[in-house]
């Protein structure tokens, strides 16, 4: 027997044909039905143009896919023996906005999709709390606003720098943003420091807490999704952060990276037509995002987790719970970073005179986003963009099963479903 379900609380549409043989998932396809054309419509603009554009691939993740664009652009530079100078404080602005907003997209997915869908899951009586998601991102947003402008959609990176020149007044207004984010997850989300949950070593340390985070680790628990939605236990990194390690992992085991060994491939979407092409790294489907993050970086109470519970369902939503926390504490350090003092934009040479090609790579909320670029006398040529949503949820065939179908195999339906979110799926970045 095959069913549709449609996937709900997601940026953009998407559908999964389920094949259900004794109540449980045999196979799921994934179908993106809508065609946006980001790339095509890139193509024979000015390079600048990419700025503005870019940036609107995404409602969610649009300071990562600026980044990954500037990366591009000064990459073409380089490329083109004319290298642009960056002044560290403007990297370290950069880096902020991209942490403040992985850290909203986390927010989001904990309490807008996992916490409802652990409701739904168990049909528990618990009050939803939607609103903590939207007061969480609120604040995040105006820290984001106080660097870049506005959010989503802003343009304040280029080639040499960024737009905005930040006062004294300004840190400290941002600061007070974060502040407030900070205790509003210490209270509602934690119900511990964040000092405290950070010296976390192992997954029992979760069981005393009283909190948001103490409901979700529990009831992952509850509905053994400690056992249950196993990928394919290799990870990969490829963005290069203070928060990230570029590597390929095979278990626990370490590999040197390169992103030009990443390329697209056609989905296997019989049913109907899907917009949204795989990602593979020499051929091979790779977990990207939080969990394989933590892979890279050691991070004690994960590798506690994955010890016990390898790349399961409930390593995979402990690890973003974790990363969240890790990454407030990232994004305070950077705050401290920043010299006022520095220039915010050296200018480089003219973009008309300039043509190659670039890539630039950042690592965004669900793993690794690349854009490639091929630039003549100023104007695109070559546009791609590869996100983090190809590697995890494309779809593929039975042989050869993508990351999130091969966690869907062997559970109920429902429990796929919820299994289907735990990778924080993103639909508009996908088909462009």
Not at 176 to 184: G, K, N, R, T, V
Not at 229 to 255: C, E, Q, W
Not at 303 to 331: C, G, P, T, W
């Amino acid at each position: 027997m095959t069913t549709k379900q449609f996937v709900e609380q997601i940026e953009g549409e998407a559908s999964i044909y389920f094949d259900i043989k004794d109540d449980k998932v045999e196979f799921a396809t994934i179908t993106f039905p809508h065609f946006r054309g980001m790339e095509s419509i890139l193509k024979g603009k000015s390079a600048l143009d990419a700025l503005v554009i870019t940036p609107r691939v995404c409602g969610i993740c649009g300071h990562a896919h600026l980044m990954a664009t500037v990366r591009a652009l000064e990459d073409v530079y380089k490329n083109s023996s004319n290298p642009v100078s960056l002044s560290t404080k403007a990297e370290v602005i950069r880096e902020f906005t991209l942490v403040i907003e992985m850290i909203q997209n986390h927010f989001k997915w904990i309490y807008l999709s996992i916490i409802p869908e652990l409701i739904k899951l168990t049909q528990t009586t618990r009050i939803q709390t939607p609103l903590k998601g939207a007061y969480a991102s609120s604040l995040a947003s105006k820290a984001i606003a106080v660097f870049a402008g506005q959010w989503p959609h802003s343009s304040y990176m280029l080639p040499g720098g960024i737009t905005s020149d930040p006062t004294n007044i300004d840190i400290l207004k941002a600061t007070s943003y974060l502040d407030e984010l900070i205790l509003f997850f210490e209270k509602e989300t934690l119900g511990v420091t964040l000092e405290q949950f950070l010296s976390f070593e192992s997954c029992k340390d979760f069981a005393s807490l009283q909190s948001d985070v103490g409901f979700i680790e529990s009831t992952l628990i509850d509905v053994r999704m400690n056992t249950k939605g196993f990928a394919y236990d290799r990870f990969l990194v490829i963005g290069k952060h203070n928060f990230s390690k570029p590597s390929k992992m095979k278990h626990t085991r370490s590999f040197h990276v390169e992103s030009a060994l990443v390329k697209s491939v056609k989905p296997y979407a019989p049913q109907e037509k899907s917009f949204a092409l795989n990602a593979v790294y020499k051929d091979d489907y790779y977990e990207t995002g939080p969990l394989a993050r933590s892979m890279s970086n050691a991070v004690p109470v994960i590798k506690n987790i994955h010890r016990r519970f390898k790349d399961s369902a409930y390593s995979r939503v402990m690890a973003r719970v974790f990363e969240l926390a890790s990454l407030m504490q990232e994004a305070k350090l950077l705050l401290e970073k920043i010299d006022i003092t520095q220039p915010s934009y050296n200018k480089p040479v003219d973009f008309s005179k300039i043509s190659g090609s670039g890539v630039g790579v950042v690592e965004a909320p669900r793993g690794p986003l690349l854009h490639r670029v091929e630039v003549q006398n100023g104007v695109i040529t070559s546009y791609e963009i590869i996100t983090p949503t190809q590697f995890n949820i494309g779809s593929s065939t039975q042989e050869n099963p993508t990351p999130a179908q091969k966690a869907m195999i062997g559970v109920s339906e429902a429990e796929a479903m919820f299994i289907f979110k735990t990778f924080d799926v993103c639909s508009v970045c996908t088909t462009h």
